[in-house]
């Protein structure tokens, strides 16, 4: 699976630009805010249709601008594709795939996997629960096209049960509807929950073999939490959903008095142990990183294992922020598959042994196809 160019017009700090890239590594280099993570955006967003940095697409057009493009030709399982995100100022963004316009933005998702490894995931473990589930909702989003529906479809729902909650003083007539979202909820959660649950007991395994090989004095343990009152997580949908139901119905009034929706997977966490204590309260900075680690490769794994190819890796300044035996944890684990990394530090950039090197400065490119 290989990203084989990218175009870009009016995109962050990107005027008009085209980019080739090579099969192996391809290393990114230029000072702090000339464009490097911008460049790595705008193929993040050829797999997952968003930008990882914002909510907004639109927050991606250049200062000034009313439109821009990013537009990409890759190959995955053998074929060759072309995903195109139109942005704009005053409408919603525009996807699509080969040239033909998608219904929906998440048609396009998928096709080309990667995985982005950013500074701000070295804090995975001891970010919010909410960090935690963006973790695990991009990649599953890109493996299973059908969680990524069910799951925009709870968003949804969700957002319309907690405004009935929100009113319900100011309008209680609302409370008549309530019922039937929690029941929606509640079917659509049980879907989630049991995708999640079969996803994080594979990511586990794979995290905690890595993390032995990191650490092999530490020992890792990853738990799925969700709603309590699930008996098993790897039971049916219709069982899970069955449970949902009793349980939000046992806690309405309490959802009613804190005009919030209390319970289902958008509270969902992974519990994150390390030698049976909390890595996130108790673990060291090395600790908490050598975890993040884990995962991130452990995620770039069950990718190969669910299509025999490996996703292209997103390195975004990540290595600098890592002590020499970590770089050499990382690096030694980039030598299958494509690689695009962001670096500004030239000792760190003599380690990688990269096909192409490509120098940004002020949203340009200037060298590209630089043999090392």
Partial sequence: MNINCIKLENFR??????????????????????????????????????LFRTGQKKEGLRFGEKQGKIYGEFTAEGRDFSVELRLFDKKPAEV????????????????????????????????????????????????????????TEYEKVLAHKNKILKDSEEKPEMLELLDDFSLRLARLGAIIIRYRAYYIRKL??????????????????ITYKTVSSITDVYASAEHIEKELIEHVFNHKRFEIAAKSCLSGPHKDDLEIMLCGASASSFGSQGQVRTCALALKLAEREMFF???GEYPVL???DVLSE????????????IDKGQVLITCCDLDTMKKINAGIVFFVKNGQVL???KKI
């Avoid at 700090?13 to 099969?23: H, I, L, M």
């Fill in 314 to 316: 997103l390195l975004d």
């Fill in 367 to 369: 060298k590209d196809i």
């Fill in 96 to 151: 699509y795939r080969n040239g033909v316009r998608m219904k929906r933005q998440s048609d396009a998702r998928g096709i080309l996997k990667t995985v982005l490894f950013c500074p701000d995931d070295l804090y995975l473990i001891r970010a919010g629960a909410g960090a935690r589930r963006r973790f695990l909702d991009t990649a599953l989003c890109q493996l299973r096209p059908n969680y990524d529906k069910v799951l």
């Fill in 13 to 50: 700090n990107y005027k008009e630009q085209k980019v080739s890239f090579t099969g192996g590594v391809n290393i990114i280099c230029g000072e702090n805010a000339q464009g490097k993570t911008n460049l790595l955006e705008a193929v993040a967003a050829m797999s997952t249709i968003r």
């Fill in 204 to 221: 586990a395994e794979k995290a905690c073999q890595v993390h032995k090989l990191a650490a092999p004095n530490e020992k890792l343990d």
């Fill in 305 to 307: 294992d669910d299509s």
């Fill in 322 to 333: 890592l002590d020499s035996k970590r770089q050499d944890f990382v690096l030694n684990r």
